[in-house]
Nanobody
Framework: VQLVESGGGLGQAGGSLRLSCTASGFTFDEYAIGWFRQVPGKEREGVACISSIDGTTSYADSVKGRFIISSDSAKNTAYLQMNNLKPEDTAVYYC?????????????????????????WGKGTLVTVSS
């Protein structure tokens, strides 16, 4: 399993950036993909998640209404569209994934892994937002 992020870089406050996460070694069937971010010295934060089963999404309160997560199963790629960027969005952004295989309570599982983390991780991409 490999997850590779791209699209990070420098953005301006009020502007937009789009991150991509391309997966290999598995397909998006029965899988959850999430974006997490971390600032040095602070705890990792779950930003947004999407379920490939039914398209359910979940967002952190800090990004609701500004960020949009989506996925393209044909391309095995997930995206994070970040709009109305704020300096506090500056962080390393990680793509993560976990399978629903063998999970019975999928809804509870989905929200738990969106908050606490997933099994498979990319190496991260830095997003810096200038004021």
């Amino acid at each position: 399993v490999q997850l590779v992020e791209s699209g990070g870089g420098l953005g301006q406050a009020g502007g937009s950036l789009r991150l991509s996460c391309t997966a290999s070694g598995f397909t998006f069937d029965e899988y959850a993909i999430g974006w997490f971010r971390q600032v040095p010295g602070k705890e990792r934060e779950g930003v947004a998640c999407i379920s490939s089963i039914d398209g359910t999404t979940s967002y952190a309160d800090s990004v609701k209404g500004r960020f949009i997560i989506s996925s393209d199963s044909a391309k095995n790629t997930a995206y994070l569209q970040m709009n109305n960027l704020k300096p506090e969005d500056t962080a390393v952004y990680y793509c993560a994934g976990e399978t629903f295989e063998g999970v019975t309570e999928k809804a509870d599982f989905f929200y738990a892994i969106c908050r606490y983390g997933m099994d498979d991780w990319g190496k991260g991409t830095l997003v810096t937002v200038s004021s």
